[in-house]
C-alpha cells in the first residue's frame, strides 16, 4: 500500500514557475513508476508527465513538454514536478499517482488505468 500527499500548488502569474512535491508513505517506493496527471474544471484528467520507477526515464505530454520536469529521489520517496513558462491553460488540479510496480525497468505508464495509487491533489493556478 502506498499513500501519496503532493504539496506545492498555489496561485502563479503566466510565465512564473512552481514546484511540486509529492511524498509517499509505504515500502518500496523505488520500485513504482510514477505520474502526474491533472483535471482542470469540466475537463477530463489528463496525463502530464511520468517517470520509471529508477528515474532513468520520463515522458511527458506535448502540452507540457519543453516546460515541465518531472523527477524523483528515492532515497526521500519523494517525486517532482518543476512547472516553468506557466500558462494559464496549465490551471488545474495535479494528482500525483504510483503505477503498476511489475512493468519493468523502461516502464511508463501513460494512462489512469495502470496507476495503482493516487495522491488528494494540488491546486494550481495560473493568472493572466
Not at 491553460?89 to 494528482?95: I, K, M, N
Amino acid at each position: 500500500q502506498v499513500q501519496l500527499v503532493e504539496s506545492g500548488g498555489g496561485l502563479v502569474q503566466a510565465g512564473g514557475s512552481l514546484r511540486l512535491s509529492c511524498a509517499a508513505s509505504g515500502r518500496f517506493f523505488s520500485r513504482y513508476p510514477m505520474g502526474w496527471f491533472r483535471q482542470a474544471p469540466g475537463k477530463e484528467r489528463e496525463f502530464v508527465a511520468g517517470i520509471t520507477s529508477s528515474g532513468g526515464e520520463s515522458y511527458y505530454a506535448d502540452s507540457v513538454k519543453g516546460r515541465f520536469t518531472i523527477s524523483r529521489d528515492n532515497a526521500k520517496n519523494t517525486v517532482y514536478l518543476q512547472m516553468n513558462s506557466l500558462k494559464p491553460e496549465d490551471t488545474a488540479v495535479y494528482y500525483c499517482a504510483a503505477g503498476y510496480s511489475g512493468g519493468g525497468y523502461y516502464y511508463i505508464p501513460l494512462v489512469e488505468s495502470e496507476y495503482n495509487y493516487w495522491g488528494q491533489g494540488t491546486q494550481v493556478t495560473v493568472s493572466s
